[in-house]
């Protein structure tokens, strides 16, 4: 194992201890920009994580929500920032939140760990970039 996955591992560990259930993305986030990670960037139809680290890139895959070929459904910010809220309110788990994505037409966001922003892209360019605030960990 890299020193790149056993850090993210052990952080994302440490992240889940201390985050909130409501609330809980900032603490995670910051949990990862003190472990050196810059960047997430979720591929959400494929529910592929990239990492990048001070240490290496790590790419995580999960279950992919589709597979062989499917319609893009086209970017609905209305229905993003209903997934978001409701995520943020604790009322869905981490893989609801990217299915709620999906059928909100993102089809990959990126989170910038410095920046505290996290934008969301449909396949036609559309965007939309929410803020997180800073917390303490």
Not at 18 to 37: H, M
Not at 63 to 69: F, H, K, R, S
Not at 118 to 129: F, I, K
């Amino acid at each position: 194992m890299s020193t790149a996955i056993s850090n993210l591992r052990a952080t994302l560990e440490r992240a889940a201890a201390v985050r909130p259930k409501v609330g809980g993305f900032p603490y995670l986030a910051e949990s990862l920009r003190q472990a050196g990670v810059g960047h997430c960037r979720m591929a959400v139809p494929s529910n592929a994580m990239l990492y990048l680290t001070e240490t290496g890139p790590v790419a995580v895959q999960g279950e992919p929500l589709v597979t062989g070929m499917v319609d893009v459904l086209p970017f609905d910010g209305q229905a993003l920032v209903a997934a978001l809220r409701a995520d943020q309110a604790g009322e869905t788990t981490f893989p609801e939140f990217i299915e709620g994505c999906w059928r909100a037409g993102v089809v990959w966001y990126d989170v910038d760990l410095a920046a505290r922003t996290c934008t969301y892209y449909g396949a036609d360019g559309d965007s939309y970039t929410e803020t997180y605030p800073k917390v303490a960990v």
